[in-house]
């Protein structure tokens, strides 16, 4: 069997031809150790629902953007976030990340490739990754990013329990006797003859 002959559309097999630029090291960034691995609910809801609207190759990209601190800037909002992501270009790309009322997000970006209904480019997915990292590790940002009254007011409390019942939850579990449980049981109530 002869080698296959080169068509004209196999551009993107030489190597030679075409090659990504690579990304611009950023000083101060919001570096993510494992981008795409969200603990809360809002935070894998976020990172769920960047995932839908990209390819597999996109996400991979972003993850990259995400874990080398490419995120520059984050402003988290009531159900707003808004950055800038430095790619391969001079400039780096703002854009903004929106919370929806009814479970969904929509983002937005001044890239050539931009964000549509259905797709989103590698920088709007590297800022979902950030954030879904942000709200996973502070309680404040996640009531802010959500829209919750109380942390737009400031009024986010730590939750105190009294220390009689703390005291009662740390308390050893009694062992429990079940033959003598048992035999008290069938004198109070005999079981069925057979």
Known sequence: MSARR??????WRDEGRWQAKPR?????????AKPGKATSAE??????????????????????YARH????????????????????GDE???????????????ADCDCPYGCGE?????????????????IDRDLGLLLRWTGDSAATAGE????????????????PIPSIDVPSLMAAAAEVAP????
């Open 92 to 106: 780096p790309y703002l854009l903004s990340l929106y919370r929806r009322d009814f479970g969904d997000y929509t």
């Open 191 to 194: 079981p069925p003859e057979r």
């Open 43 to 64: 935070g894998v809801a976020l990172v769920t629902g960047a995932n839908r609207v990209c390819t597999t190759a996109v996400a991979s990209r972003a993850r990259t």
């Open 6 to 11: 080169p068509r004209s559309d196999d551009w």
């Open 156 to 171: 986010v409390e730590a939750v105190r329990i009294d220390a009689d019942r703390l005291a009662r939850l740390v308390r």
């Open 118 to 134: 259905f797709y989103w480019c590698k920088h709007a997915v590297a800022l979902a990754y950030v954030v879904a990292d942000m």
């Open 69 to 88: 601190g490419q995120v520059v800037g984050v402003d988290l909002g009531e159900k707003t976030a808004v950055a800038q992501v430095q790619g391969s």
């Open 24 to 32: 611009r090291a950023v000083a101060g960034g919001v570096g993510v």
